[in-house]
């Protein structure tokens, strides 16, 4: 099976977890803030706070911003569970701004109508979590600009979107949100196993990120409440959880991190290929902003009902008895069992309801070689040009 995505460990990414097993340190060691500050000079931003999964870092960003079980936090439907999840950890209450069916991100314009709604309603959001889906960045700047309008936080979910540019910055370097999330699970541009990152331009935020991650546990004489009787004391001034991630982990991220532009550059090329070589067979290929440079994490084609007389289901499983790894990228969260007990119904976001009736995300990494390539674009050659059914 072609899978859709899939890690790049070489051997230097090996030699540098070797080095942290034969060290003093396998967690809370030196290599975890060598790894914060790669990561923060690839985004240029000030603070990067490392942790054991992005869902545990959304959780820690989410809580640094101050959202509690009285809070209201909004972002799309269409992302994978764990960005509306955490604001539930809190005990916060969850709604989805409905997505823009071009970009598959949320809807600049409906997000702006419902911030009206919601005002005369006295129910504004206070933090709303735009989510970069495939590695395409959301448009910011005026989500920015709605913030500062409607006092609201703002966390990017970028776990997509590493490498990626908005603008004249990378993704990640806060220019128009308080916090920015990533994630390092396998199937990500660049892997640490499991992981996340919180980054941020406010030292206040990176203090409450790092507090979080680490059982809310201070040894700064200068944030204690009391004296300290000994140097083996410290304070524990907030509830924390252990949310951190081991030194083999951070070997390997920094190792990783070395390899983003060219990751990006080949998954670039590789979607270049796909949208020339697609053209014309009727598949909806991925619409592209240009103030943005994609990370291409996914490339999500549409199959429009009954193309080659098939529906999106029969197009997927040909693809898959063919051999190629295909996927979903993501049923809406708001028709998920825990969310339709929560309210929620299908017809509530209908843009991403229609997006999910045609998504398949194509394989797409870096190591996908051309035969493989080839093989799913005549695959899909053959399967739009279909018409005996
Ligand atoms: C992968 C992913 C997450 C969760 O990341 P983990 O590191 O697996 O916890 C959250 N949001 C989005 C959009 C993701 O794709």
Redesign the pocket.
């Known amino acids: 099976m072609i899978s859709y995505g899939r890690q790049d460990i070489t051997q230097a990414d090996r030699d540098a977890v070797i080095e942290v097993l034969k060290s003093d340190f396998l967690t809370q060691g030196p290599a975890i803030p060598k790894f914060e500050q790669a990561v923060a000079s690839a985004c240029n931003v000030k603070c990067a706070v490392a942790y054991c ?6 959780h820690g960003a989410y809580s640094a911003l101050g959202i509690g079980s009285d809070s209201l936090v909004w972002t799309s439907p269409i ?5 509306a999840n955490a604001a539930r950890f809190l005990g916060a209450e969850v709604d989805f701004v409905d997505i823009n069916p071009q970009t598959y991100n949320m809807c600049i314009a409906e997000l702006s109508k419902k911030l009206e709604r919601a005002q005369k309603q006295n129910k504004l959001p206070d933090l709303v979590v735009p ?3 495939t590695g395409q960045s959301c448009d910011m700047e005026p989500i920015w600009q709605l913030s500062k309008k409607y006092g609201f936080s703002i966390v990017e ?1 970028a ?2 979107a590493i490498g990626g540019r908005y603008k004249d910055e990378p993704v990640g370097s806060c220019r128009f949100s308080d916090i920015t ?1 990533f ?3 396998p ?2 541009i660049i892997t640490t196993g ?3 990152i919180a980054t941020t331009q406010d030292r206040k935020l990176e203090i409450k990120l790092a507090d979080f991650r680490s059982h809310g546990i201070t040894r700064d004489p200068d944030r204690m409440q009391g004296e300290p009787d000994g140097s083996w004391y410290y304070e524990m001034l907030n509830l924390g959880y252990n949310y951190r991630m081991t030194d083999m982990q951070a070997a390997l991220g920094a190792s990783q991190i070395r390899r983003l532009d060219g990751y990006v550059k080949k998954r670039n090329e590789i979607a270049e290929i796909y949208d020339k070589e697609l053209a014309g067979t009727g598949i909806i290929l991925p619409h592209r902003e240009s103030w943005q440079y994609s990370a291409f ?1 996914l490339y999500v084609i549409g199959w429009p009902d009954g193309l080659g007389k098939l529906g999106r289901r029969q197009a997927f499983e040909s693809l898959r008895e063919a051999g190629i790894g295909v996927n979903v ?2 049923a809406p969260v708001h028709t998920q069992p825990y969310y339709r007990a929560l309210g929620f119904n299908d017809g509530d976001f209908s843009a991403a309801e229609a997006y999910y009736d045609k998504a398949i995300t194509l394989p797409l990494h870096p190591n996908l070689s051309n035969a493989d390539l080839q093989k799913v674009i005549t695959t899909l050659k053959l399967l739009t040009s279909n018409s005996s059914g």
Do not use: P, R
């Open positions: 999964n992005a869902t545990a870092a959304l992302t994978f569970a764990a960005t989510v970069h889906l979910d776990s997509h999330v994630s390092f699970h199937v990500k499991e992981g996340g994490h990228h993501y």
